[in-house]
């Protein structure tokens, strides 16, 4: 892992995105990175429905999706908002 980026271990559920957030810094800037729910259920190979089941879910692949945004961030593969989105 990069030591140059950090994650906290902050997660959100977005209702209206329909996507887990969770941010990163690097360089001392915030980067904010996101996990859909589509993800999140095609790895898991769960039906999730609702914030309790999604967020465990996303605390159970948070390794793996952290070295997703990772290279994601090392790619500069940013979204028109500067975020990162796994979908």
Known sequence: MNQDILFSDIQSWDAV????????QQGGALIICWVTL????QHSGKAL????????EFS???????????VMIEDES?????DIVIE
């Open 17 to 24: 995105r329909q996507a887990v957030n969770f941010p990163a």
């Open 38 to 41: 589509d993800w999140l259920q």
């Open 49 to 56: 429905n609702n914030q309790a089941d999604i967020l465990a």
């Open 60 to 70: 159970s692949l948070r390794f793996d999706l952290e070295e997703l945004a990772e």
């Open 78 to 82: 940013f979204d028109d908002n500067g």
